[in-house]
């Protein structure tokens, strides 16, 4: 006899594990499938969570190194001991998975070990035993995107999760991908002292962020010591015990180069990751690039059968497949879920950190909206320039009649956080002057967003 749920959840990643906790909450039995060791999937194990990690350490080395002294302190010689920072990011990742594993026991989810593929609509199989379910959600993820002619071996090509485990520091770093995951990375190991090379096909790095933000990124990033190759496509990568060579062609055609690198790091974007899955057995269609096909409500053409997260269309970001977690277990339990994808922030954790929100300038212009533009600079604000972190500005965008906020930009200090705030003005339909008329404390990095609202209107205070 098949063991029998309400709900079944395919993935603890964040949008699995969140989905899972929010439906044991509502009331409902669940069970929850994962094939790793540990819950929490990528993002905790090998992606987001990891990555923080050794971007903190990277930048706490770094500013040990080239930045104290600024403040008056001197700290001698500085060392690098790097098996002692990857074993701090382990315990990092332990603890966070860990933490679930509490989690999942608070709310009586029971964790099912090991790897499900459907035999029917509404059965799942998982180490050779059955298990049924009224309603299944699939939120296995995504996987890195190859490349042909580049061989992962995850030692000397590498995708993000090799990039996590190196156990000393390239002298040279290529990049494939001038994307969000690729300059994180590249960051890491430039501050701890590799040279790096990005190489990316398209001619601007980052490529769906605004156009005036990604080219001060790349101003400042090569500032840094970044050296890029935009317009420019790897057509093959061999690995020997001395390094790797790869075959670099300009995109538009022309005549081909050789680079050569210690390590390269392929982080050219991530798919919707199905596989072993079965999907046939249960009728659940996918489209032309894999993802599963959904309605409004998550629901895949086969009734009881939902998906949510990286393995379906829009943004790969972990904090979109929460939201649709949550709401998917809300609709379950009758309630009106519900995710504003026109919300959704996004941010690269470089230093300096890129946020974005909404709309960008050249998204407006392709639909015919007019709006106006409010930037500020944070080498014009107190808190910053005591950080000596006065790299970037805020850029808000606002509807030109009604002066809502349509889209909010940010590079610089502590972007990250600072987005949340236009984040809540977007998704409370509020105009830049409510940001604008809203206290902001002093001195801090927030006052630039304020600004920012104010240049919207001509007439910031501090500038």
Not at 422 to 446: Q, W, Y
Request: with cysteine; hydrophobic share 45%; charged share 25%.
């Amino acid at each position: 006899m098949a063991e029998t749920f309400d709900v079944i959840v395919i993935g603890a990643g964040p949008g699995g594990y969140v989905c899972a906790i929010r439906a044991a909450q509502l009331g409902f039995k669940v069970a929850c499938v994962e094939k790793r060791a540990t819950l929490g999937g990528t993002c905790l194990n090998i992606g987001c969570i990891p990555s923080k990690a050794l971007l903190q350490s990277s930048e706490n080395f770094e500013e040990a190194a080239h930045g104290f002294k600024e403040h008056g302190i001197n700290i001698g010689e500085i060392k690098l001991d790097l098996a002692k920072m990857q074993a701090r990011k382990g315990e990092v990742v332990a603890a966070n998975t860990k933490g679930i594993e509490f989690l999942f026991k608070k709310n009586k989810v029971t964790w099912i070990k090991g790897a499900a593929k459907f035999t029917g609509a509404h059965e799942v199989e998982v180490e050779g035993k059955a298990y049924t379910a009224k309603h299944i959600v699939i939120a296995t993820g995504s996987d890195s995107v190859p490349l042909k002619g580049v061989e992962v071996d995850e030692k000397r090509i590498v995708t993000s999760t090799g990039a996590l485990e190196l156990d000393k520091v390239p002298g040279h770093m290529v990049v494939i991908g001038g994307g969000v995951i690729g300059l994180e990375l590249g960051s890491v190991w430039r501050r701890l002292g590799a040279e790096v090379t990005v190489i990316e096909f398209l001619d601007k790095i980052t490529p769906t962020m605004d156009g005036e933000i990604s080219k001060s990124f790349q101003q400042i990033l090569t500032k840094q010591g970044f050296k890029f190759k935009l317009g420019h496509k790897v057509t093959s990568a061999k690995a020997d015990s001395k390094g790797v060579t790869l075959t670099v062609e300009p995109a538009k055609g022309g005549a081909a180069e050789t680079v050569k690198a210690d390590v390269v790091l392929l982080a050219i974007g991530r798919y919707a990751y199905t596989e072993g899955l079965s999907l046939a057995a249960a009728g659940v269609e996918t489209d032309e690039r894999g993802r599963v096909k959904i309605d409004n409500h998550f629901q895949t053409n086969v009734p009881g059968v939902y998906a949510i997260g990286d393995v379906v269309a829009g943004a790969m970001l972990a904090h979109k497949a929460e939201e649709e977690g949550v709401a998917l277990a809300e609709i379950l339990a009758g309630q009106a879920g519900h995710v504003n994808y026109g919300a959704i922030p996004s941010v690269v954790y470089t230093w300096p950190e890129v946020a974005a929100v909404g709309q960008t300038e050249e998204e407006l212009k392709a639909a015919g909206v007019t709006y106006k533009v409010g930037k500020f600079p944070f080498m014009a604000n107190g808190r910053a320039r005591a950080m000596g972190a006065t790299d970037g500005f805020v850029k808000l965008l606002s509807e030109k009649e009604t002066d809502r906020l349509l889209g909010a930009h940010i590079i610089g200090p502590d972007a990250g956080g600072l987005i949340a705030e236009c984040t809540m003005a977007l998704e409370f339909g509020a105009s830049a002057e409510d940001v604008a008329r809203t206290c902001h404390a002093h001195p801090t990095l927030s006052e630039v967003v304020k600004e920012a609202a104010l240049a919207a209107d001509g007439r910031p205070i501090h500038i």
